[in-house]
């Protein structure tokens, strides 16, 4: 959506648009710390407000994708890569090599999650009061260095400790990877962007699945195939994290890719998020709100409740599979397609959810393919001749990773503040955390090859996940409409266009009531959108279903 002065200009006037235009006459003196409490506002009030057409401001998103969305890729790839080596390696003898017994390996599985959840509180902090990507880039330095170290250990005391830091460095991932898409696109773009992002998932479980393939066939006298894939891994992402360190711009304004004008437009087009970009200041009165609005809660319960299911499925994944009736290698060839499976309907579900602006009735479709997958894999004897049916429940149960991104752009989407999104974030990632933690304590090697109670405790998940995502609209609509009256007090309309979620065709067709003008109508002092203010003291903030 474009920005343009309050006076109407004609559609030449602005196509032609090649300098920086200060919309309004600005007072000499800069505007109070109190008022511009973005650093984002504090940008476009030195720099003068912009007048720029529609395809301007594509062809800045266009260079935003190919910067930024590629760093994220590569982040998430390894973080899940790295997470996931453990998965890999269960099939390859780690068990045996390192004298474990089977609590043991759960527990090896769910250490890395405590340790994320030990630094949740500290990662929130850091995120809000430091550059985002110098704290992303280290912190990817560091956790590879945490997975490159696993080859050194031999035992559980040893692994469990190692995993713990890999956990707690780990845990700037996710919600570094929210700030980020937060703070570069508008929430009618996010969606699909957290999609992709969160779809290496899929991708890991491809080229892990292969490059896993490879090395187990390493074998050695000095060395346990266990330990080459975690040199491999860890060795990858360290590599990685120093390239994120050099090209990983902290913010829009402080992206020297970008030209000035670039920058302005890349900040501006913001505005309608209502959500402002960066403060670098900690807000006690938001982390306060944070932990007494129940929105945070019931992301929360959704987040950890399908995070119990895809806890235990995704570490006894491959033992599940090759109970089936598979051999080693098999099994790891077989999570080739569930990693397909997982890109396609990550990113389809994020386009439909797109589409239909309905992400809570989005959830609760996809929803039923795992609850599907699942009543599959209860029901079906095991016998040598149902694996193909077994295989299918299983790749239908894949499908359980759409929903986290849903949730992750979701619970994004409707929390305004600097403070307050960082630490929703933080509570949503450590119910993420905690369902990760108990999932694979629900399974157990005693009831292979069944595993009938984790299997149906998965199946609860599913199905109370669904019926969350039919639920939590109709509290989303109820705040909708106490903001409809607390704008009417004010002397404001009731009713209040979502600019930020406007679809290509919308942005580029004139709006009734002029709405391409607005932003240049509201001077940069007086916009909610750029003045640090929580989602529930915005009165302009609109909330998603």
């Known amino acids: 959506m474009s920005s343009e002065s309050s006076k109407p200009a004609s559609p030449s006037m602005v196509e032609d648009a090649d300098t920086i235009s200060v919309a309004r006459a600005a007072p000499n003196t800069a505007p109070p710390e109190a008022v511009l409490a973005d650093k984002a506002a504090k940008f476009i009030s030195e720099h003068g407000e912009i007048e720029f057409s529609y395809d301007d401001e594509r062809a800045v998103l266009k260079r935003v994708d190919m910067r930024i969305l590629p760093l994220l890729l590569g982040a998430y790839f390894f973080q899940q890569l790295d997470k996931s080596s453990l998965s890999y390696v269960s099939i390859f003898g780690i068990l045996q090599d390192a004298h474990l017994a089977s609590h043991e390996y759960s527990w090896l599985g769910s250490i890395l999650y405590f340790g994320q959840l030990a630094f949740q509180p500290l990662a929130a902090f850091l995120l809000v009061r430091l550059p985002t990507g110098k704290v992303i880039g280290t912190a990817i330095v560091l956790w590879g260095a945490s997975e490159a170290l696993l080859a050194a250990c031999t035992d559980f005391?040893?692994?469990?400790?190692?995993?713990?830091?890999?956990?707690?460095?780990?845990?700037?991932?996710?919600?570094?990877?929210?700030?980020?898409?937060?703070?570069?696109?508008?929430r009618s773009e996010q969606t699909l962007r957290t999609s992709y992002w969160n779809a290496m998932n899929g991708v890991t479980q491809v080229v892990g699945s292969l490059v896993t393939y490879g090395l187990g066939h390493i074998m050695s006298d000095k060395i346990y195939r266990y330990q080459v894939i975690f040199v491999f891994c860890g060795v990858l992402t360290t590599l990685y994290g120093i390239t994120f360190l050099f090209f990983m711009p902290d913010s829009p304004m402080e992206a020297k890719y970008l030209s000035e004008?670039?920058?302005?437009?890349?900040?501006?087009?913001?505005?309608?998020?209502?959500?402002?970009?960066?403060?670098?200041?900690?807000?006690?009165?938001?982390?306060?709100?944070?932990?007494?609005?129940?929105?945070?809660?019931?992301?929360?319960?959704?987040?950890t409740s399908i995070s119990i299911a895809s806890g235990g499925i995704g570490t006894f994944g491959n033992l599940i599979v090759k109970d089936f009736g598979y051999t080693n290698f098999n099994a790891i060839l077989f999570n080739i397609p569930f990693g397909v499976i997982q890109v396609v309907i990550t990113i389809g579900s994020a386009a439909l959810a797109t589409k239909l602006r309905r992400k809570g009735l989005v959830t609760a479709l996809v929803s039923l393919l795992p609850i599907?997958?699942?009543?599959?894999?209860?029901?079906?004897?095991?016998?040598?001749?149902?694996?193909?049916?077994?295989?299918?429940?299983?790749?239908?149960?894949?499908?359980?990773?759409a929903i986290t991104p849903m949730i992750f752009t979701w619970q994004g989407q409707n929390t305004g503040g600097d403070t307050k999104k960082k630490t929703t974030t933080a509570v949503v990632i450590t119910g993420m955390c905690a369902g990760n933690i108990i999932g694979p304590h629900l399974f157990d090697t005693k009831d292979a090859p069944l595993y009938r109670p984790g299997l149906i405790s998965a199946l609860v998940q599913f199905v109370f996940v669904g019926t969350l995502g039919l639920l939590i609209p109709l509290y989303?609509?109820?705040?909708?409409?106490?903001?409809?009256?607390?704008?009417?007090?004010?002397?404001?309309?009731?009713?209040?266009a979502d600019e930020s979620m406007l679809k290509k065709k919308e942005m580029q067709q004139p709006q009734e009531g002029d709405l391409g003008h607005k932003y240049q109508e509201t001077s940069i002092e007086d916009d909610n959108g750029f003045q640090?203010?929580?989602?529930?003291?915005?009165?302009?903030?609109?909330?998603?279903?």
């Open 157 to 186: 005391n040893s692994l469990v400790a190692v995993r713990f830091f890999l956990g707690a460095f780990e845990a700037l991932i996710a919600p570094s990877c929210i700030a980020i898409t937060q703070m570069w696109w508008r």
């Open 261 to 303: 004008r670039e920058q302005l437009i890349a900040v501006e087009r913001l505005r309608a998020n209502q959500m402002g970009v960066a403060s670098r200041k900690w807000r006690w009165d938001h982390a306060l709100e944070t932990l007494l609005d129940l929105k945070t809660w019931l992301w929360f319960l959704i987040m």
């Open 372 to 401: 599907t997958g699942t009543i599959l894999m209860i029901t079906v004897p095991r016998n040598g001749h149902t694996k193909g049916v077994l295989l299918f429940g299983y790749y239908l149960v894949s499908c359980l990773g």
């Open 476 to 496: 989303l609509m109820y705040l909708n409409k106490r903001h409809e009256k607390k704008r009417v007090q004010l002397g404001k309309r009731a009713d209040r």
């Open 532 to 545: 640090d203010l929580s989602d529930l003291k915005n009165e302009d903030f609109i909330y998603v279903y």
